[in-house]
């Protein structure tokens, strides 16, 4: 069975972006919301779902929506709106999963494999055949995203998965355009070359 196209879309990279050097940029500014329970109320479903993402089949996006809120409510006050909220919460919901997932490396390597973990996911689908197919896909695809550096794994998931724009990106990552235009490119080089060495039957 052939391995369906990552993502939503392969939309082109200018080529005369791929070659440029990896810059930040701050974005403008945008006021902070009044109270932990508005931001809740507007961004909960947001953060679930960047962490259900960033954070792949293992994680237990209720925990972390919880974890970031409560970190929010701790720095809410510090929070002088230099940065747009939806790019504070972003920061806040990626630290929150690259925290989560290393635990999560750590307990699989002592008390369990991927695989175990894996197998007690349940999958939307009609049949159970096809709930095992869409099961297995998804840990293969974040099998070979766990192998990619944390910034080429991000933009690589936001763009292809969550169907962000490159401007989106950008806004939320404090990133340069062109530098999330090269990170995708090599991204998606990195993923495609690890997928044929990782997982070569999936591609005949």
């Known amino acids: 069975m052939r391995l369906k196209a990552f993502g939503r879309r392969l939309t082109p990279i200018p080529q005369e972006l791929?070659?440029?050097?990896?810059?930040?940029?701050?974005?403008?500014?945008?006021?902070?919301?009044?109270?932990?329970?508005?931001?809740?109320?507007?961004?909960?479903?947001?953060?679930?779902?960047?962490?259900?993402?960033?954070?792949?089949?293992?994680?237990?996006?209720?925990?972390?929506?919880?974890?970031?809120?409560?970190?929010?409510?701790?720095?809410?006050?510090?929070?002088?709106?230099?940065?747009?909220?939806?790019t504070w919460l972003y920061s806040i919901t990626q630290n929150v999963v690259r925290n989560r997932r290393r635990k999560e490396r750590w307990r699989r390597w002592i008390g369990g494999?991927?695989?175990?973990?894996?197998?007690?996911?349940?999958?939307p689908g009609p049949t159970p055949i096809e709930q095992l197919e869409q099961r297995r896909t998804t840990q293969m695809i974040y099998q070979v995203l766990e192998g990619l550096r944390e910034k080429y794994r991000t933009v690589l998931i936001l763009f292809e998965i969550e169907g962000l724009t490159g401007e989106e990106i950008a806004r939320l990552t404090r990133t340069k355009l062109p530098t999330v235009?090269?990170?995708?490119?090599?991204?998606?080089?990195?993923?495609?070359?690890?997928?044929?060495?990782q997982f070569p039957e999936r591609l005949r």
């Open 18 to 86: 791929v070659s440029q050097p990896e810059t930040a940029v701050v974005p403008p500014t945008s006021p902070a919301p009044l109270d932990v329970a508005a931001l809740y109320r507007r961004y909960a479903d947001t953060v679930a779902s960047w962490a259900a993402l960033l954070g792949g089949p293992v994680i237990e996006v209720a925990d972390v929506v919880q974890e970031v809120f409560v970190i929010v409510h701790r720095r809410l006050r510090t929070f002088r709106g230099d940065a747009a909220v939806t």
């Open 181 to 197: 235009w090269v990170r995708l490119h090599r991204a998606r080089m990195q993923f495609v070359r690890r997928l044929q060495e």
């Open 113 to 123: 494999s991927a695989d175990e973990l894996a197998a007690e996911l349940a999958a």
